[in-house]
């Protein structure tokens, strides 16, 4: 796991209460690599073929994913100030943005009639999430806890038992 | 592995010494560590089916599991003090806690007379190791090193051969 | 990933401004580790044999590589100073090197005539690489820059599909 | 890669030459993980089974090779004084103690006639090593550098072609 917490240096529970923002930060992008890690898992699995495009696609992935601990630490040690949410979620709009453009790699390989291309169908739950994060990002600015409030109504949507994964690792 | 120690500034023996409690409180979140991974191994070894319960289960126990270097390094460069040994108790309790929990997702899809739900049987261990953090908790504000050696005491009921495991192995 | 950026201090844009070298050495050594990492997979993919000598040619190939996020942050920290941006091409020039006697103790195993020999053929894209960087090392006290550019050209040559590595994956 | 060198602050060349015995000693522990790794790595693909006392024995030479990166640090930054090349040493001694440990409970698993104890035999190379490095810990304090010269004698009595490893692979 690459997310990390620096100890504190005093020794009472007044030592632990400046990082609460760091650990609600912590909490939340842990969250969105455990989605992505399980979504990609199961993607990778239902793949048949690689190829070169599907092989960058996924490196520009893991780019975004490697940005998200610099963004969380940046986030949690600023108390969710404008810019560094704002940040947050630009590195979330473009890590759902390189997941969106793997999908669409992976369907160019394996056909629209595929089971990998019926299993990702319309994606609305992928482009919701890029939505809501080009949203969060406007009104970090403004308000940036309702900014925070989308990054985690976002988690929670990813969060609740999706059919197609269930279905997809029951066959 | 995640643990990690600093690297003292002085050359001589006298630098190693403040390491002491460092080292002591690495030792045994290593054999924590260590047998989580074994007994994780094991269980997801066991496992003939997965779904998205047990996979946020899953995740959930990495959570807590990955909060230990962070409780480590507080207990440690504090000397046992009785928050940072308090605290320690409670990662200790919720990565318990989580795995009961794993196990429970995962004899709801096995069933209660699945080869996976036998071997896992009553979990006596995994019950009494949970009332020992709790106790070591509440012990820590008075006695720190009571806490302390309970967690070595849970830490070495773990490592004696467990006979479940063994059959489990042979098979 | 190895790669990793410092959290600033400050919260705002500002904050951010002083990263932008640091942030751009970051993505070249991220498509570089990318690329190393696509390519050297393919490698093993396709051998068939393994001995002594590979062995130890692969660990020498992960030396220069660990190297990497070191000079990356010397190079993004100096802004691109003469020193820096030689010595990452010298990291470079020794990781290429070791690729390069990597692939010819694979082949030494496996014969001239094997399916991995042909596939890596006379390998002009390793050599015009090695020119690539021996030439930015020297360029690097003259303009640094012209340097850099010699470090993103050749990743752009090795990130433009390559006929080999798709014709030996759709077998 | 768990070693890790801290970027200077310096910008020219002299800014690298403190580094120089860091830099000694992470080749010398690269050379030694990589060591490890291969033959490890080789010692459980030869592994037929596998029980409590193999896991415990293999968790228990994890941790000694844990502390590598903490010994080099302190013996690279204190440019080789005798109390971090003991420490390094001991680290070393109880590393291969771990490893010897490690070949005694597989083959009491696999039994004496099995291909697993044939192929480790008397393990005259792991015995010499200890002997070297007992050796090493108690000439660190009269004269470090022979010390360091004992660790990269073994080094390179471990990277010489084994006829055992090799004989082992191409069965």
Request: glycine share 8%.
């Amino acid at each position: 796991m690459v997310l990390e917490m620096k100890v504190p240096h005093g020794t009472g529970f007044v030592a632990l209460q400046p990082l609460i923002p760091v650990f609600l930060s912590y909490v939340l992008s842990f969250v969105y690599i455990g989605i992505y890690w399980n979504n990609h898992h199961h993607l990778m699995h239902a793949a048949r073929h690689v190829n070169g495009p599907i092989l960058w696609a996924n490196l520009h992935l893991l780019f975004w994913l490697s940005l998200i601990p610099f963004a969380t630490g940046w986030m949690g040690e600023n108390h969710f100030a404008p810019w560094p949410v704002a940040l947050y979620g630009t590195v979330l709009l473009f890590a759902g943005t390189a997941y969106f453009i793997l999908t669409k790699t992976l369907i160019a390989r394996h056909g629209n009639d595929s089971t990998l291309a019926t299993s990702i169908g319309g994606d609305v739950k992928g482009k919701m999430s890029l939505a809501a994060y080009a949203a969060a990002i406007l009104l970090s600015f403004a308000q940036p806890w309702i900014a925070c409030a989308l990054y985690v109504l976002v988690a929670i949507m990813w969060l609740a038992p999706d059919r197609r994964i269930e279905h997809a690792m029951t066959e």
